[in-house]
């Protein structure tokens, strides 16, 4: 494929001047949980789509707002691009090596919050634009930006969005806004999302903290309400004991199985990164331990609040406690059938005091491993990265991938420059610069052939 | 008892000299939680006690120093008086309506941090024992001060400083270093004090916060093994389920339950203090309350803590977890045993990985109800505040009591100018100036009529 040489060339001449752009993009703080800095970063983002003659426009909703962008190409074809320029907060700001929003380079990498999840992604592939607009004056497809604030909160208004907007989104294939590669460097095609059903529990006991001499004996707690109400969502054997919860669970197919026996075994790199000494449910490895990881629904405590943090000790007892909890779901499962079942469980187990507010949801989504778009991304991998890509039917992660395939009917694929010490949502978040020459690259090559 | 005329009038006549004298106490800071002005303020108490004539010593433990002070009386009797110069922290400091280390007087009140909590109750009690020496010459009986610097931090160090004192501090009957009136102006007799095992629980189940979306399938939550650990200690039910636990309760007697019975109700009084709808257990108010706020043991969770606490959702499985966990005690439950039947009960029920911090404890200590030396202090009372003092048998907090009840074999009596709005742990700390002349009046009663 010699000739892709000149754009190849364009990508690696040029690499600095888009990791600037990167830089610029990654300073703006942008966090959805704290509303930070959203508007500052959509204008952004509008004013890196206008530099390569997008017609961009920045859309309210009744969150933050989206950025769409689009751009007439040769064919008829229309390529659908969806990125978020929201971020996860930044805590625990301690344990960065480098301020988060100040992006550093350093050996061959770039720290910062967002620059791999996914700030990246899209200058990435605007520099995969230039490329081609530099050496040949046009693109080959029209192609649509769809950036959102959310992604990071559960993307609460992007269903909405896509439903108001199905023409002006209408496409014939969809690249999402993450992908990557794995452990052994090998890039990955992620073809389906899990859901997400996210809550949080909060119990308010008294109007205040009490002594915990007088409140110990008489008063009702709120960090013991909250955590039996918690432990009667899931035992240690980890099945979920909300009735019904496992009712709509679409089990994996044999071609399922199939493609996840494929991959390689995953257990003793987990062990190493996450300093784990096993797994959970009896798990040691292979394609079970691989299939559990993405078939299976779950409930995961994100997060614990209540009373005294602070060193030593405090003789109080809270009148306030709350938990962050985050299910994640499997086809056919639908986060609001099973936010009414979360309440019905805790007010049958007695524990109507418990208050849940609904941070977000989406429900699971797959595109078929055999649509011809996925042999484009796949076939045009293996000369970028010297390996073929390996394909994996669901991933454990949820994003609102179920309105681009359900309501506009795409397929959907994942590339990108995600490596596994990326450190996505954690303090010291990275991109390997190489991995980023190497998407660029590979965004290049599936334009031009999906435009034939 | 007119014969208490003139050294009632001497109370009367030099309060502002003693008022002078607490004032420039209090704006000595002496917080223990920080170790701050701590041999500051150990010197003044020296100081003050020695201007009475007091053989003081400045005596080193391993962590505030303890101040001893002796004066020799007419008769063979002793009586040693328990007090505490440190003080808690001031904070939230904005809260306060003048600065908690310069005193000010407003409305018959003083205010400023450790006014009430106590170090009025040693420049009161040493009011009292000016009004004698100033118009007898001598004290009744020998006097012995042990003032000690770490009351606010769980007295880590009391209890062996008495038990290699003992001698130092033999005596007949011992003055606890708080008291008051209720909130319908009674005296009130608290004759004992539960005990406590304060206990951080803390889980580390990888190196690595790690992405929900993989966490929560297959690597161990921290958050969900503490919160498991814990709905393993007691269940909704309120029965702690630690085997053994309630192994060395003493019930309470029949004469406990007659004197509970003879208080007056706290049910409405709580509820509205604290906004509670109910009361645990089914409680309802009347003798069966009040037993079960002092006479039954308790498990607290004063704090939790784990993972992404912030606004909005962050999909985050944490890596670790902790809970502060006090467990207030009975007589004769003994905090080493409870920390070694917790840690059994947490290892039989799979929770080894659960690490326990014992952050302090002792155990509980109750004096006679019909011990003579109560009777003094009792029937002396009457005089003074126009009401009988009332006899609690036990109160629900904790404190360093039992060495002074078990190792040197004394009653204990409580006496004092607490009230219930005194604001002690709290901004605007406060004390009444007219129940600081009452509690030097009764004083001088119980010196005279112990000496007898």
């Known amino acids: 494929m010699s000739n892709y040489d000149k754009l190849d060339s364009y990508i690696d001449k040029n690499l600095d001047k888009s990791l600037e752009e990167l830089k610029r993009y990654v300073s703006q703080p942008?966090?959805?949980?704290?509303?930070?800095?959203?508007?500052?970063?959509?204008?952004?983002?509008?004013?890196?789509?206008?530099?390569?003659?997008?017609?961009?426009?920045?859309?309210?909703?009744?969150?933050?707002?989206?950025?769409?962008?689009?751009?007439?190409?040769?064919?008829?074809?229309?390529?659908?691009?969806?990125?978020?320029?929201?971020?996860?907060?930044?805590?625990?700001l301690e344990l960065w090596e480098s301020p988060p929003f100040e992006p550093q380079i350093r050996n061959g990498k770039m720290y910062g919050r967002g620059v791999s999840d996914d700030k990246s992604h899209l200058t990435s592939r605007l520099h995969a634009i230039d490329a081609i607009l530099?050496?040949?004056?046009?693109l080959p497809c029209n192609i649509k930006?769809?950036?959102?604030?959310?992604?990071?909160?559960?993307?609460?208004?992007?269903?909405?969005?896509?439903?108001?907007?199905?023409?002006?989104?209408?496409?014939?294939a969809c690249i999402w806004e993450f992908g990557g590669v794995d452990h052994r460097d090998k890039p990955m095609q992620y073809l389906g999302l899990r859901g997400i059903c996210y809550v949080e529990l909060s119990v308010t006991s008294l109007e205040t903290d009490v002594h915990s001499g007088l409140g110990g004996s008489i008063l009702p707690n709120a960090a013991w309400r909250l955590t039996w109400a918690l432990a009667s969502l899931k035992g240690v054997d980890?099945?979920?004991?909300?009735?019904?919860?496992?009712?709509?669970?679409?089990?994996?197919?044999?071609?399922?199985?199939?493609?996840?026996?494929?991959?390689?075994?995953?257990?003793?790199?987990?062990?190493?990164?996450?300093?784990?000494?096993?797994?959970?449910?009896?798990?040691?490895?292979?394609?079970?331990?691989?299939?559990?990881?993405v078939f299976v629904p779950t409930c995961t405590i994100c997060g614990l609040t209540s009373g005294y943090q602070g060193p030593g000790s405090k003789t109080v007892q809270p009148a306030f406690a709350s938990a962050k909890v985050d299910f994640r779901l499997v086809p056919n499962q639908?986060?609001?059938?099973?936010?009414?079942?979360?309440?019905a469980h805790l007010d049958a187990e007695g524990f109507s005091d418990v208050k849940i507010d609904f941070l977000g949801g989406e429900p699971a989504a797959r595109t078929n491993p055999d649509d011809p778009f996925v042999k484009i991304v796949v076939d045009t991998a293996e000369e970028i990265y010297d390996a073929k890509m390996e394909i994996v039917?669901?991933?454990?992660?949820?994003?609102?991938?179920?309105?681009?395939?359900?309501?506009?009917?795409?397929?959907?694929?994942?590339?990108?420059?995600g490596y596994p010490d990326t450190k996505a949502h954690a303090p010291n978040e990275n991109i390997r610069i190489d991995l980023y020459v190497q998407h660029a690259k590979h965004m290049v090559r599936v334009m031009k052939e999906f435009s034939k």
């Open 30 to 92: 942008s966090i959805s949980a704290q509303n930070l800095g959203l508007k500052e970063c959509a204008a952004i983002v509008k004013e890196m789509l206008e530099r390569r003659g997008f017609k961009a426009q920045v859309m309210a909703t009744d969150g933050a707002p989206v950025v769409f962008g689009e751009r007439k190409g040769k064919s008829d074809k229309t390529l659908l691009i969806y990125n978020h320029y929201d971020v996860q907060p930044p805590e625990p």
């Open 238 to 293: 980890e099945r979920i004991r909300i009735p019904g919860f496992y009712d709509d669970v679409v089990p994996p197919s044999a071609r399922d199985r199939e493609l996840m026996d494929a991959l390689p075994d995953v257990a003793d790199e987990y062990k190493t990164r996450y300093g784990a000494k096993g797994f959970i449910k009896g798990l040691t490895g292979g394609t079970d331990l691989k299939m559990e990881e």
């Open 134 to 138: 530099k050496n040949e004056g046009d």
């Open 145 to 172: 930006f769809i950036v959102e604030g959310e992604e990071e909160t559960s993307s609460v208004h992007l269903h909405g969005f896509i439903k108001e907007n199905l023409a002006l989104l209408k496409a014939d």
């Open 393 to 417: 039917p669901m991933i454990g992660g949820s994003g609102p991938s179920y309105p681009f395939v359900h309501d506009l009917g795409l397929p959907v694929v994942t590339m990108g420059l």
């Open 334 to 343: 639908k986060p609001e059938d099973i936010l009414k079942k979360l309440r």
